[in-house]
């Protein structure tokens, strides 16, 4: 007989005793695995938490005058400036939500946007109470999604 006998290892493999060590060995890697992966970002990013992103900004012309919008497709924040003021919100569904501000006309000077038409790169195309229709040009250069934050 062999040293190394084929019928002998697979009894072996088949073994009842063995299968739990197999399977805690695949978990353990993966555990490793994940932990490093997640250790690795925070090296990365400085922190557990990923850094915020900057939101674009959008200069609008309406009827009612000039306003700025700062706002990032696929994200729930955005803001509006004006010469009056300014007015923090979220989208949900490309509609806006003013935090109950929203049909008040005295904090901008006019009505805030109430949904988004349109929006890409380079355009946001808006609609509210008080216009139709209006669009918003990106006059900045496109830049990476993810930056960091600088002191």
């Not at 002998?8 to 695995?33: D, K, S």
């Not at 005058?65 to 990032?72: K, R, T």
């Not at 497709?73 to 007015?87: A, Q, Y």
């Amino acid at each position: 007989m062999s040293k190394f006998d084929i019928g002998e290892v697979a009894r072996f493999v088949l073994r009842v005793e063995f299968i739990p060590y197999v399977v805690f060995t695949v978990i353990g890697g993966a555990v490793v695995y994940v932990l490093g992966s997640i250790g690795l970002s925070a090296l990365h990013n400085g922190s557990f938490i990923p850094p915020p992103t900057k939101l674009e900004r959008y200069d609008c012309s309406a009827p009612s005058g000039s306003f700025s919008i700062l706002y990032l497709h696929g994200t729930d924040r955005v803001k509006i400036k004006s010469l009056n003021g300014s007015l923090d919100g979220t989208v949900q569904k490309n509609h806006f939500d003013w935090q109950g501000f929203g049909n008040d006309r005295s904090l901008l000077g006019f009505a805030p946007p109430a949904e988004i038409l349109f929006d890409d790169g380079k355009t946001l195309r808006l609609s509210g109470p008080d216009f139709t229709d209006i669009a918003c040009a990106n006059t900045v250069e496109a830049s990476p999604q993810r930056r960091a934050i600088t002191p």
